[in-house]
C-alpha cells in the first residue's frame, strides 16, 4: 500500500520537518496547559485523570518520528516552566513520564528488522504492535514515575502515608498512559496523518 512506502523525502527535509514539527506541538502544548489543563477533573490528590499536554507530545512523536517526540518532550518540558505552579517539580514528572512512555517504542522500532521500503511509523499503525509496545512503555514509566515520586513525596512529607501514594502513582500512570497512547494513535493513524507527512 502507498501508506507503507518508505518515504523519498531527502534527509534534510525530513530533519526540517520533524524540528519544525517539534517546535510547533511543543507550542501547542503550552497553549492546553494555560487554557484547558486548569479546569480539568482531578483526584483529591490533585492529579488530573488525562493530560492533554502529554497527548500532543506522544502525538508530535507518531506524526514526525522519534527525534521530534523526544524534542517536544524536551522542548515542552522547559517552556512550561515559568507558567506551571509546580515548576520545576511539575514540568520535570511530566517529561518523565512521557518520555519513558515512548522511549521504549523507539528502542524497540530501532532493534526491529523491516524491509527497506517500510516506514518504522508502520510497525506501530498494526495495532498488535502498537499494544505491545504501548504495555512495555506504560510498565516503564510507572517503575520511573514510582521511584521519582517516592523522593519527591520523602523530601516534603516523610514516610507517612507513602504507600497510598504509591498505589495512586501506579493507578494515575496507568491511566493517563492508556489515554496518552489511545488518543494519539486515533487522531495520527485513524486520520492517516502518517500517509500524508510519510516523514519516518
Known amino acids: ?44 490528590e490533585g492529579f488530573a485523570y488525562f493530560d492533554p499536554v502529554s497527548i500532543i507530545w506522544v502525538t508530535c512523536f507518531l506524526i514526525f518520528g522519534p527525534l521530534a517526540g523526544v524534542l517536544c518532550c524536551g522542548i515542552g518540558s522547559v517552556i512550561l516552566m515559568p507558567f506551571d505552579p509546580f515548576a520545576p517539580i511539575g514540568p520535570l514528572m511530566k517529561f518523565s513520564a512521557t518520555f519513558s512512555l515512548i522511549i521504549i517504542p523507539i528502542l524497540l522500532l530501532s532493534l526491529t528488522k523491516r524491509k527497506e521500503s517500510i516506514r518504522k511509523s508502520q510497525s506501530l499503525k498494526k495495532v498488535k504492535n502498537y ?30 502515608g507513602l504507600e497510598y501514594w504509591i498505589v495512586v502513582v501506579i493507578l494515575l500512570n496507568a491511566l493517563t498512559s492508556l489515554w496518552d497512547l489511545l488518543i494519539p494513535y ?3 493513524f485513524g486520520a492517516k496523518l502518517d500517509a500524508k507527512f510519510e516523514i519516518w
Open 131 to 160: 499494544i505491545i509496545y504501548g504495555l512495555f512503555g506504560t510498565g516503564f514509566r510507572i517503575i520511573v514515575m514510582v521511584i521519582l515520586n517516592i523522593i519527591v513525596y520523602l523530601s516534603f512529607y516523610g514516610a507517612s
Open 1 to 44: 500500500m502507498l501508506e507503507e512506502k518508505e518515504s523519498h523525502m531527502s534527509k534534510s527535509s525530513q530533519f526540517v520537518l520533524q524540528i519544525s514539527g517539534a517546535a510547533l506541538f511543543s507550542a501547542l502544548s503550552l497553549i492546553l496547559s494555560l487554557f484547558v489543563v486548569p479546569y480539568l477533573p482531578r483526584t483529591p
Open 186 to 188: 486515533l487522531i495520527v
